[in-house]
């Protein structure tokens, strides 16, 4: 199949080419506008109780006063505020709504004995935006020019202004993803060029995957625009910044193996299309099967209850396919266009079979050691999978995303400061009388006192508010901690018990707030380790065992893959938590090794067993048929994990804790993926199980089929 593509798209390049360009122009085109949602409870089901419980507060309560915004006033030397200094902050807040900032309802200025500090270094003032706008560039900008008008107000007085908040955080965020997209893109260009040029030795064959990963990013995104805005899927602001290493990281890949192929091809003596159509029709398959597993793993994540992920999974799975078909026929089409000596140009030794390369003594001690390799690199696996037990998942996903120095940021810390940490985003408890009741004013003496006495809670307002109708009483509860702290979503675990326990007969209590969203995500990610997880397993098992027509090879294939996310996850712990100083790790961290060590990382173990059975194919024996698969392939993997591994470490250099935990974890789980479970266990495992490994397949019988004619000749006695 893959031969007969092979020799299609040689025969018709410039139309392959033509199509891709007039396409991919088309795609983007005519593709819809997306804005990125920061807000968590839109990615969560309508049956979890935050989100019931947002529902009663917008039914019953539309008119409450909902800060977008907080302003935050504190004196330039440090001292306490003064009262010349409150009648500036007056000034300040009278001036803003004088200014009419659009989207801006109301600004309320500091209230003594409420917003201001006890110790009174810190005053709060608060700021209603329209919620209607937050998807959308309006709101963010309200922030900004809140911000600008404020601290041109303040200028001549004693106080420093900043604004904090829901839409500056979504400024902020625009701005450092902004950055983050930049410095990924660049960077990861820059390794690709670098690397793919070293490698080969030549100028335009580091830019080859470059610019032909243009072409797939520009189809994916319009593709990915199409049927986010059909489904009506959400749009995660972290999205942009992984699909842009997700394409030029696999299409780098991709290419590789392809290239290594190429190469091969013309050392035996091909010309440029033969060898191009050889290639393909050699390496096609592992690219389908490999392009398959990972399009599967990030497809199962439909499955899951998170928005984030249902949106971010068939985006990803689109650029992975989208990536998939172009390296099947835009590479090949351009490869047998351009003369060799111009790809490779100006390398002159690059039909040349280098002697005693390192890859073939590293095949030689895993063809004779087997057992030694086997039991060495599955240990290192099973030492860091221990290290794993340490994890600890945290929620704050504000401070994780954006640099601590960024002016949101730097707010919260105020407020935590000067106030309860949670005193700028409480917990709010509705009690709703079941079918429409009013409620009964008596009933409800003493349900206040009861949520105060739950741990964690610092205070419980007086008084609540009773709807209009009669029907719903809200409690505003203020937690002793920062609404994202681990701490605070345990208290709320213990008062949503509390609230339900204790609400009166003929109601019916729902705890709302941020605090109350994490809780239900921490809850829709054990849906999701327990769902996702085990059908993307059973899936790409399937794969492997129709591309390898074999029953016992995918399961250690798997088994390995499963230790490789075990041991990623175990030295991110070690790094961040052992030895860095962070509380804990983002909760989506898990998902995302699911996402790209054990998905893509499945690519490198697909490149080398594929290998394996070539060889096996051709009648060596087991382990003379590993020595050659690591010899052979060996060069492809670690090119291709290296490039990866150090395209994914640049969001290291995004500058916030988020990106630095993704950057470490899957930069370090491509290196576990390549070079421990790819170039050692596996084979050293399919060495040891000797042709049982291709069973009840023919894996180890001689390939004599009309598609294997004049596609292997022998080879020199020193090819690398």
Do not use: C
Not at 119 to 134: F, P
Not at 186 to 204: D, E, N, P
Not at 386 to 410: H, I, N, Q
Not at 584 to 602: C, E, K, N, R, S
């Amino acid at each position: 199949m893959f031969h007969r593509l092979g020799h299609f798209v040689v025969k018709r390049a410039w139309w392959v080419i033509i199509a891709w360009v007039i396409g991919s122009i088309a795609l983007v085109a005519g593709a819809p506008k997306l804005s990125a949602s920061t807000d968590e409870s839109e990615f969560l089901p309508k049956h979890y109780e935050s989100i019931r419980a947002s529902v009663v507060q917008q039914d019953k309560f539309p008119a409450e006063f909902t800060p977008g915004a907080i302003l935050m006033f504190e004196r330039t030397d440090g001292g306490a505020l003064t009262d010349a200094d409150k009648a500036d902050m007056a000034r300040i807040t009278q001036g803003l709504t004088d200014k009419h900032i659009p989207l801006v309802e109301q600004v309320i200025p500091p209230m003594p004995g409420k917003t201001v500090s006890q110790d009174g270094h810190y005053a709060m003032g608060m700021v209603s935006i329209d919620k209607t706008k937050m998807q959308t560039d309006e709101y963010p900008k309200a922030a900004k020019d809140l911000r600008d008008e404020g601290k041109e107000l303040a200028k001549g007085t004693a106080l420093k202004f900043q604004v904090g908040g829901q839409a500056a955080m979504a400024q902020d965020q625009k701005e450092s993803s902004s950055a983050t997209d930049a410095i990924t893109m660049v960077a990861t260009i820059v390794l690709i060029v670098v690397i793919v040029g070293v490698i080969f030795r030549g100028i335009l064959v580091g830019w080859l995957p470059v610019l032909l990963s243009l072409f797939p990013m520009i189809a994916a995104s319009g593709l990915i625009a199409f049927v986010t805005d059909i489904f009506d899927l959400k749009s995660s602001p972290i999205a942009s910044a992984i699909d842009i290493v997700v394409i030029l990281g696999v299409g780098t890949d991709y290419f590789l193996f392809l290239m290594f192929r190429y190469r091969e091809r013309l050392r035996a003596g091909d010309d440029r299309k033969a060898a191009v159509a050889n290639g393909v029709g050699r390496v096609g398959e592992a690219i389908a099967s490999a392009a398959g597993a990972v399009t599967v793993a990030f497809a199962v994540l439909l499955l899951s209850e998170l928005g984030m992920f249902t949106s971010l999974g068939p985006a990803l799975a689109i650029s992975v396919i989208v990536t998939a078909l172009a390296s099947l026929t835009l590479t090949p089409a351009l490869l047998s266009v351009i003369p060799a000596k111009a790809t490779f140009w100006p390398g002159r030794k690059w039909m040349q079979e280098p002697t005693g390369a390192r890859f073939h003594k590293l095949g030689k001690v895993v063809g004779r050691r087997p057992g030694i390799i086997a039991l060495a690199s599955g240990g290192l696996l099973v030492v860091l999978s221990l290290a794993g037990l340490g994890y600890t998942g945290t929620f704050d996903m504000a401070k994780s995303m954006m640099p601590k120095d960024k002016e949101s940021m730097v707010v919260m810390d105020a407020l935590t400061k000067g106030f309860s940490a949670g005193a700028a985003d409480p917990t709010h408890v509705f009690v709703t009388g079941k079918n429409g009741a009013k409620l009964d004013a008596a009933a409800l003496d003493g349900f206040g006192a009861k949520l105060g006495q739950v741990p964690g809670v610092a205070t419980v307002q007086a008084e609540h508010k009773l709807s209009e109708d009669g029907t719903t009483a809200d409690f505003t509860v203020m937690l002793k901690d920062a609404a994202a702290s681990n701490a605070a979503i345990d208290t709320v675990t213990e008062l949503r018990t509390a609230a339900h326990a204790d609400a009166p007969a003929g109601t019916e209590a729902l705890v709302g707030g941020t605090s109350s969203v994490y809780k239900d995500i921490n809850l829709a990610m054990t849906h999701d380790y327990k769902l996702v997880f085990p059908v993307a397993g059973v899936l790409i098992l399937l794969i492997l065992g129709l591309q390898l027509r074999s029953v016992v090879a995918p399961w250690y294939l798997m088994a390995s893959v499963g230790l490789g996310f075990a041991a990623t996850l175990g030295a991110t712990t070690v790094a961040f938590l052992k030895i860095g100083t962070q509380p804990g790790l983002m909760f989506m961290l898990p998902i995302f090794i699911y996402l790209f060590v054990v998905a893509i990382g499945t690519d490198y173990n697909i490149l080398i067993i594929a290998r394996l059975r070539e060889e096996a194919r051709e009648g060596r024996d087991p382990r003379e048929a590993a020595k050659e698969a690591v010899r052979h392939a060996g060069p492809t993997v670690a090119a291709a994990g290296f490039i990866l591994a150090a395209s994914f470490a640049t969001f290291m250099l995004a500058g916030n804790v988020l990106f630095a935990e993704l950057g470490f974890a899957l930069a370090i789980g491509i290196v576990l993926a390549a070079f421990v479970m790819a170039m050692f266990f596996t084979p050293a495992i399919t060495a040891l199980l000797g042709k049982k490994a291709w069973w009840p397949g023919h894996g180890a019988m001689p390939d004599h089929g009309p598609e294997a004619v004049g596609a292997r000749e022998p080879q020199p006695a020193g090819r690398a």
